[in-house]
């Protein structure tokens, strides 16, 4: 059994997969890659995310905050990049692991993985409905209280489940729906949807930030840190830094570790490696193009944030829209609702693109039941069950849980996932030397170690829940690994239909 465990996939066997029949079409190129990057990254982090860390957490830092996540992704991205450009098929860290750690890490990363795209999903939902319906505020439209929100939330200061007073989300199930039917039809028309929003959201920041820096009183920007520089912590216990009322860490440090959401979605490139027509050049040039860009943007807005306005005063649910509010540009709130709705649909887009992708890389593998998870639909050649799967599960926790644990499961499953990749690369190396790297992340192993410690740091820099939560998803897991995936393995029992 420990042999099964352990074993791992040839480059050969990879590169077989993609001469069979179940294969998916090539039709990206770097600008459209790079693209999905985009549409992936901004949205969530700009038009929430930086409300809530600079409020509650760091201030002003939180310019240091997203520099700190920005350079931590860059390290991942790198180690991505060249496993793409060397194994170009679906899968992302799913597949690289089989090839490097063996079967059982390669279930235990597929599995955080849908914690990443799935659950990040129906967090990204909830942004979206909130966002929507400050859109229909102003032409004075309301949707009925029941169905404006999940039925309970979390309260940060009392660490406890709260009721709403309210049935379920309406607003985050119609926009699953909807972006599921568009990833039925075919990625091609997705990515194509993708890239005009992405124009638009674009726009958008652009608009933020010129106009927004006119209004800028670098007096907001003192004290620079109120809550610190660090906030760091270890299972629970804060040992660098100030612990803020709900017994979490506060500071710079823990404010990167919650932006880190902001820049969730550069990996799923790679996710996307077998649909790109040259996948060596192309993806490594998609994954850094959208990063950099990015990581240029989110620095820059949350100058012009906690510029325009003091850092506890910046309202947490629309951050940027209200920032123009109160310097007495009004009717720039509208257009920004726009952008922010535009900008968080791309993100839902490229996030329930991904999620049937790792399905399917791990139905090829027996691991998962290749009829239901594996089909490949004739006319439009997408993983179309998988996909309306992936919609049922993203309506039903976009309308039910509360985005706070949402989005903070999301955060340390991915950093996990980035732990992986990282450690990954390092292995292949010495294992595999011979095998042609079009990409190759420089520095040696430097990058890759940086990649690990630097995770690890923003990992123990989220509140201790947040490992008892990862701890139980990673349990389901493997239960149903040993239940059924080691059962069906195809690199185990070649002989066995899944």
């Known amino acids: 059994m420990a042999n099964q465990l352990f074993a791992t996939k040839s480059h050969e066997t990879l590169l077989e997969e993609l001469r069979g029949e179940n294969r998916l079409r090539r039709v990206l190129g770097p600008v459209q890659l790079a693209s999905l990057g985009v549409g992936a990254i901004i949205g969530t982090g700009i038009f929430v995310l930086t409300g809530v860390a600079a409020h509650d957490l760091t201030g002003p830092a939180l310019m240091l905050s997203f520099v700190v996540s920005g350079i931590t992704c860059i390290f991942a991205a790198l180690c991505y990049a060249e496993f793409a450009s060397m194994v170009p098929v679906a899968g992302s860290a799913y597949t690289y692991a089989y090839a490097t750690l063996g079967e059982l890490f390669a279930w235990i990363i597929g599995w955080d993985l849908i914690l990443e795209y799935a659950v990040a999903s129906a967090t990204v939902a909830h942004g979206w409905s909130h966002y929507f319906q400050d859109f229909l505020s102003y032409f004075h439209i309301g949707l009925p209280h029941a169905f404006t929100n999940a039925p309970f939330d979390y309260d940060l200061s009392s660490g406890r489940l709260t009721l709403t007073g309210t049935w379920f989300d309406l607003p985050a199930i119609g926009i699953a729906a909807l972006v599921t039917i568009v990833l039925v039809k075919g990625i091609r028309e997705s990515a194509s949807l993708n890239t005009a929003i992405v124009i638009l959201k674009l726009l958008i920041v ?114 940027v829209s209200d920032a123009f509010r109160q310097v007495g540009l009004p009717w720039a709130q509208l257009l920004i609702s726009i952008g922010a709705v535009a900008g968080i649909t791309s993100v839902l887009l490229v ?38 799967l992936t919609g049922v599960f993203v309506a039903t926790m976009g309308a039910f849980l509360p985005l706070r644990i949402l989005a903070e499961l999301v955060n340390i499953g991915t950093l996990l996932a980035f732990v992986i990749v990282c450690a990954a690369v390092l292995i292949m190396r010495r294992t595999h030397p011979e095998v042609h790297r079009p990409f190759r992340a420089p520095l040696g192993p430097i990058v890759p170690v940086l990649g690990i410690l630097s995770c690890l740091m923003l990992m123990f820099s989220l509140p201790a829940e947040n490992w008892l939560r990862l701890f139980v998803w990673l349990a389901i897991g493997l239960a149903i690994y040993f239940a059924y995936g080691r059962h069906h393995s195809r690199k185990a029992n070649p002989g066995v239909k899944s």
Not at 236 to 255: D, E, K, N, Q, Y
Not at 275 to 297: F, H, K, Q, W, Y
Not at 298 to 313: D, E, K, R, W
Not at 358 to 387: C, N, Q, S, V
Request: a positive charge; charged letters at 10%.
């Open 351 to 388: 996030m329930m693109l991904s999620q049937p992708r790792i399905f399917l890389a791990m139905a090829r593998d027996g691991l998962l039941p290749t009829g239901f998870f594996g089909a490949i639909h004739e006319r439009f050649r997408t993983p179309w069950k998988a996909t309306i």
């Open 206 to 319: 652009f608009f933020v930030i010129v106009v927004g820096a006119r209004y800028v009183n670098p007096a907001n920007w003192t004290p620079f840190a109120p809550f610190g520089l660090t906030g760091l912590s270890f299972f629970g216990h804060t040992v660098l830094g100030r612990t803020g009322p709900a017994g979490s860490p506060v500071g710079m440090l823990a404010g990167a570790a919650i932006v880190f959401f902001a820049y969730i979605g550069f990996d799923s490139i790679s996710t996307h490696a077998e649909e790109a027509r040259n996948p060596s050049r192309d993806v490594p040039i998609g994954i850094m193009t959208s990063l950099v860009l990015c990581t240029i943007l989110y620095i820059a807005v949350a100058a012009v944030l906690t510029g325009m306005v003091p850092y506890n005063q910046i309202n947490i649910d629309a951050p």
